[in-house]
Every structure is written in structure tokens, then in C-alpha cells.
């Protein structure tokens, strides 16, 4: 008979269970440690980012302050006695650089003036970005392998810099890498002439605007850059010479030994156009154009690039778009020949009241625009009380950067324009503007079409005219023109006078004001 073999457990119970345990305590322990690591280094890595970002943003609003401080500086530079008074009036590079430090507030996120202001007694700044940057050298350096702060752009070439200036005056060449010098003893010479003659770097790809140094040294044919001032449109050659400076910029490098946080330094070039024959006129100048002091008219001449003056007269059969930006509540004037003649209301404008009335008041505003809708009761009472001295043309100008070419609004008003009723639709277009926005609702087409019917014009015109061609170029003249006289806020208005003489007024209070102010208009 067999039996069934037995077996006794040696070993102690639990055992097994015992180890178990201990390898998944062991592996949840490094499970533990692995994800905490990983927050730890996410954290370190969104710090860095951050930190990165604080710098980006640092080095953005010090560029800025250089821009402002350094031609300001220039001119210092250019006045007698301005080496004795350098310490003074801060014409070095290192000044140069320390006040932009202050000027671009790069320093700490809240200003000191802010922080006493608060008067906040245990204020505690959390910005891991603040520091001191008490040491422009560490951040501003001349470009490697030079030191200082600048390299200069005199006497000798840098591959992937602007052509350089020459000059024999040892003054200009020891004081250049210390100040910013602007001297007539810098020329071009024949190191410029391969960096003239490139159609890349100094011409629109195919064909180099530079001329002969030998002919032209003092100026020449270069590039305008890509800005908008008004001499010429950017890419387009125009006569000048560039004085320019380039340097380093890295603000993360002052504080490296504490966040370990490498950053590549910037380089960056800071020129000073010379333009020959721009007048340094004041904002208060002003100008006439057209004739000669012996009151005879000017011949042949056109006037190429811009003219900045707060005021100018415009005599005889010489045409001219003069273009200003005050700021808000300000007031530029510009004299012309006559109303009639007013560029800022050319054939087509839609105007209304008297035509004969002396004064004309020109809007550039916005259906959309809460502050052109809270404007059109009072430009209504105005003109209903000055309706013998004042006519009003209105002009569209969108607000919104991305509206399209042609916006549903002033596309409806020209249709309505088409059927002879586009003042009865530029009424209903504010007040329905208004109304959908505090419903917070947008204007459609069905609902400009019933707008159309509830004034009377046939509906299956008006749909075709929405969309027309015509329509859509209308709206485009009218933003045109505001480009033109570089109107970028609504309501603008404009105040032509019987001599011509123009006001431009930002926003509903300054006409108002203007208007109480002014001894010309009269109800």
C-alpha cells in the first residue's frame, strides 16, 4: 500500500511574504525618489525658462533705452566743451550703458519709486529675475575677440557688419571706441566700396545701390532700414552715412555664478544716419514752401522724403501731404492753401451739411469703436448747432487688426451709399453696433439687410452691392487715407479752417474742447 509523501516547511512562516514586502516598499521608495526627481527637474527647468524669459524681456526694454539715449548723446558729443563736461553730461559708452539699465527699469520688476510708494514695511520680492546689474562691463562687451564696451565701426572691416567709415584723425580714432562720435572726418573709403557694391547687403537683391567712394566719400547710396520715419520706404536707397557701433549684450552673465544659467550673448549694431540737407527743424518750427522770399513761385522742384515741422504754409500751386501724430489730446496744426484743396477729403468723400460752410470737420472713425459710438450724439449736436459754419465728412478706419480689407459695417454703409441713403445707414450702424456689443453679439449680414429695408432701399440691390468689387474698394480708400496721414486711433478728427490751417484732435474731448476754446467757430 503506498502512501502520500508529506512535506514540512522548514523555514519559518511569513517568510516569503516577509521579502515580497520589502521589494515593493523598495521599489515604491524609488518610485518615489524617480517622480520627485523629475518635479525637481521640472521646476529647475521652468525656472530656467522663466529666467530666460525675465532676461529676453530685460534686454528688449534696454535696447529700447539705448535707441532714445544714444543719438540724444551724439549731439552732446558734437558741442564744444563736451569732452570737459563728458563726466557730466554721461557721453561715454559706460554711462551710455548704465542709464539705460535705469531707463529700461531692467533692474528689479517693481520699481524702487513703486516699492516706497506702497510703503509696505516687510515687502518681500518673490521675481527670481530682480538683480542688481551693478557691473555694465559684464554685460556690455565689444564684440569678441575686442574688448571694452563697442566695437567701432572706423578703419577696419567685420564680416557680417556694415561697411566702416574710414578716418586719419587720431582724435576721432582714440575718442570712437569711448563715445559715440559723429565727425565729418569719417568717409567712406575704399574698405567700404565691396560692402556698398553688395546688392545683399546694401541694395533690394539684384542690383547694389552703393556709388563710388572716390566720387562720393562723404556720402552715399545705402539701404534705408527696415523703420518707418518717414525719409524713405524701407529697402529703397536713400543718401546718407551710417555711423555705427556694435556690442554684446548679455544680461544674464552678470548673475551666472548664482543661477548657472548659460545664455548665449547677443549681438547687436547701433547706427547713426547722417542725411544731408535735413534741416533740424524744432515741433514748434515752422515752414513755407512754394515760393522764394521775392514772392516768385518755385520751378521744377520736388520735395522727396518727409518734412517734420508742427507747422507749415503752402503757398502757390505746390501740392503736399503733411502727416502728424500728436499724442492723444494734443493738437498739430498745418496750414495750406485752402479747404478746397484738402487732401483729407479727396472726390467720393461722403460729406454732409453745408457745402459752402467755412469750416469742415473730417472723422476717421469706427463702427465697432465704443469710444466713436459714445462720440456720434455729440458730433450730431455740434453740427446741428454750428450747421452754418460747419460741414462733416466721416471717413471709416478699422480698429481691429484682423477685420479683413473690407469689414460687413462699412461695406453696408457703401452699399446704402449706392441707393443715395448712406447717412440714414451710418445713423443705424452705430446704434446697432452699440446695441449687439452689449449683448455680446456681432453684426450680420441678414441683419444689415433688414437695417436696409427698415430705411427703404431695395434689398436685392443691396445684397449685390455688399459684396460688390466697388464696395469693397471704397471701404480700402477710406483705410487707405487713414494710412496716409498715419491715423491709428479712433475717433481722429480733423478741423479744416477757411485758410486750410488743419487740427488734428484725438478723441471726442479734445474736439469738444478745441471747439469751446476756439474764437473761430461761432454757433
Known amino acids: 500500500m503506498n502512501k502520500t509523501p508529506t512535506f514540512t516547511r522548514r523555514g519559518k512562516p511569513g517568510y516569503v511574504s516577509y521579502v515580497l514586502v520589502l521589494t515593493t516598499a523598495a521599489i515604491l521608495t524609488m518610485l518615489m525618489v524617480a517622480t520627485y526627481q523629475r518635479a525637481s527637474n521640472g521646476q529647475s527647468v521652468q525656472r530656467n525658462v522663466q529666467l530666460r524669459l525675465d532676461y529676453s524681456e530685460k534686454e528688449d526694454a534696454i535696447l529700447r533705452s539705448i535707441v532714445s539715449l544714444v543719438p ?3 549731439i552732446r558729443a558734437m558741442q564744444n566743451s563736451s569732452l570737459t563736461n563728458a563726466a557730466t553730461w554721461k557721453l ?35 521675481n527670481t529675475g530682480d538683480s542688481a546689474l551693478a557691473t555694465p562691463s559684464m554685460i556690455f562687451k565689444a564684440i569678441s575677440p575686442e574688448t571694452g564696451y563697442v566695437s567701432v565701426g572706423i578703419n577696419r572691416n567685420l564680416t557680417g557688419y556694415p561697411g566702416c567709415l574710414t578716418t586719419a584723425n587720431a582724435t576721432t580714432i582714440a575718442r570712437d571706441p569711448n563715445y559715440p562720435i559723429i565727425s565729418s572726418d569719417k568717409a567712406y ?7 556698398l557694391n553688395s546688392a545683399i547687403s546694401n541694395g533690394n537683391g539684384t542690383t547694389a545701390y552703393g556709388l563710388s567712394v572716390s566720387t562720393y566719400p562723404n556720402f552715399n547710396l545705402l539701404k534705408y532700414p527696415n523703420i518707418n520715419f518717414g525719409y524713405a520706404t524701407p529697402g529703397s536707397p536713400f543718401v546718407a552715412k551710417r555711423n555705427w557701433w556694435a556690442f554684446s549684450l548679455d544680461v544674464a552673465a552678470y548673475d ?3 543661477t548657472k544659467l548659460p545664455r548665449p550673448g547677443r549681438d547687436f549694431v547701433l547706427s547713426i544716419y547722417e542725411i544731408p540737407s535735413q534741416l533740424a527743424i524744432s515741433a514748434g518750427a515752422f515752414m513755407e ?9 518755385w520751378q521744377n522742384t520736388t520735395i522727396t522724403g518727409g518734412v517734420f515741422v508742427s507747422q507749415a504754409q503752402v503757398d502757390g500751386s505746390t501740392a503736399l501731404a503733411l502727416r502728424q501724430m500728436p499724442s492723444p489730446g494734443q493738437e498739430a496744426t498745418v496750414v495750406k492753401t485752402s479747404a478746397s484743396n484738402s487732401p483729407l477729403v479727396p472726390p467720393g468723400s461722403h460729406c454732409y451739411g ?17 469710444s466713436c459710438q459714445a462720440a456720434q450724439p455729440v458730433v450730431e449736436r455740434i453740427l446741428t448747432e454750428r450747421r452754418d459754419s460747419l460741414s462733416y465728412v466721416f471717413h471709416f478706419l478699422s480698429i481691429e487688426e484682423d477685420a479683413g480689407d473690407a469689414p460687413l459695417a462699412p461695406r453696408a454703409a457703401e452699399a446704402a451709399d ?13 446704434a446697432e453696433e452699440a446695441a449687439l456689443a452689449a449683448d455680446g453679439h456681432e453684426l450680420t449680414t441678414a441683419r444689415v439687410q433688414a437695417l436696409a429695408e427698415n430705411i427703404g432701399l431695395d434689398g436685392k440691390t443691396f445684397r449685390r452691392d455688399l459684396t460688390s468689387p466697388a464696395t469693397r474698394r471704397a471701404v480700402k480708400r477710406d483705410q487707405d487715407l487713414a494710412d496716409a496721414f498715419e491715423v491709428e486711433m479712433a475717433p481722429t478728427f480733423f478741423v479744416i479752417e477757411p485758410t486750410g490751417k488743419t487740427t488734428r484732435l484725438i478723441g471726442i474731448d479734445a474736439l469738444q474742447h478745441w471747439l469751446a476754446t476756439s474764437l473761430l467757430i461761432r454757433t
Open 189 to 195: 573709403g575704399t574698405l567700404a566700396q565691396t560692402w
Open 72 to 74: 540724444n548723446r551724439a
Open 354 to 370: 453745408n457745402p459752402a460752410a467755412p469750416y469742415t470737420l473730417v472723422e476717421f472713425g469706427d463702427y465697432v469703436c465704443p
Open 256 to 258: 551666472f555664478a548664482l
Open 418 to 430: 449706392l441707393q443715395g441713403k448712406f447717412w440714414e445707414m451710418h445713423t443705424r450702424l452705430f
Open 92 to 126: 561715454g559708452w559706460q554711462d551710455i550703458f548704465t542709464d539705460a539699465l535705469v531707463a529700461g527699469n531692467a533692474r528689479t520688476s517693481i520699481p524702487s519709486s513703486v516699492q516706497t510708494a506702497l510703503n509696505i514695511a516687510t515687502l518681500k520680492l518673490e
Open 289 to 297: 514752401l512754394g515760393q522764394y522770399a521775392s514772392g516768385d513761385a
